[in-house]
């Protein structure tokens, strides 16, 4: 079944760029690259788009060898995938490719979820619809069938739900977990559970996804370079494709470029970090990222990867066990949240419409976006439910004349 599949490597110019290939030959897989070449990287996709999409289209390939197609010579013919091929195929991408080692008793839908599933069908059509134009001599005799061929699969895809739903309100942490957190981050603390040569540089990075709300993308990102501790600021910038990042995956900023404030403290610890634990493992290491391996080795020194940084994240899943969910994106939508409560109880009055302004301009959205109520949710849903039970106790005292509290 992974006969197919992508490969991403870096240019000499600093550009990512992946093909699809035969994992069993090694030869990239014509068409499908020729794609990705032509209206994917053409049209300045980001790479982990066009890692995404291509991903999709190795899956593709993976269903037509195992059912043994040959899709060119299908669509050059006009014989396209009948109603129970594409059933097949609606089938085939709903399932997980890679088994997990650990298997959770409790997950009852072994299969992808649905916004997986309709991105791989929506990826699979574009692509046959392409493929179609571009191999079919008489493209306008052919452009009903070829319409209503892609429109099938469409068709197949399953409805998802809209991504604000209740379920994504509590992606906060909790107050006495995070408090537990900080605490034993502490690289004083017996139950910290990192090696004591990385525990500085562990506890800063948490610091800083709990303190600014910044992403992933962002915190691998900084260079030394973007502290400015006299003026106390971190900048976010945006270095998509940049030559001296030697990570092949290389994390991406996804917000605007923005300059942040540090307090007193974390501007202390970062120089600490920089002028202490760091110096000691750049060693020759000509680049300016800011968190760096330390592990003995040839990659000591290296920019911290994205693996690396999800492995800091599951390690302090295992604290305790309010944090077994733990993820690094929670700590920006705890970041919302604490500053939704700042807001509200501040004795200066800050309208709306500022508030958004405000959290849009530190979090590194467009203006009138709408992206500031997604991480609003928690905070507004707390707040109806105090307004909901307090009716709810004024409707009672007001029938009986008794509190409830």
Known sequence: MERFGIKTFKMKNGERYCIIKNKKTGVPVFYPCLFITTQLRNSNESIKTIETQAGCIALFYRFLFIRNIDIEERIQTARFLDNNEIDLLRDFVGKRMRTAKVINIKDHHPGVCSATKYIRLTTIAKYLEWLCQLTIKNIDDGYREISYFVKKIKARRPKIKYRNSEGNVYKTIEEEDLDMLLSVIDPQCELNPFDKKVRHRNQLIVIILHSLGIRCGELLNLRVEDIDFAAQMLLIR??????????????????????????????????????????????????????????????????????????????????????????????????????????????EYVSEEMQEKMRSSHMGWEPGSGTAQTYNRRFIVKESVKAALQLQDDIFKKRSGVSYE
Do not use: C
């Not at 330390?294 to 800091?312: F, N």
């Open 238 to 347: 945006r270095r998509a494709d940049s030559i001296e990042d030697t990570r092949v995956n290389q994390p991406l900023v996804k917000t605007l470029e923005r300059n942040l404030p540090m307090s007193d403290e974390l501007t202390r610890l970062l120089h600490s970090y920089i002028t202490g634990e760091r110096k000691a493992n750049i060693r020759k290491k000509k680049h300016g990222y800011l968190f760096i391996t330390h592990k003995e080795g040839e990659t000591r020194g290296d920019p911290l990867s994205v693996p690396s940084y999800h492995k800091i994240i599951y390690r302090l899943r295992s604290i305790d066990s309010g944090l077994s969910q733990l993820t690094g994106h929670k700590f920006r939508h705890t970041w919302n949240y604490l500053f939704s409560k700042l807001m509200d109880e501040s004795t």
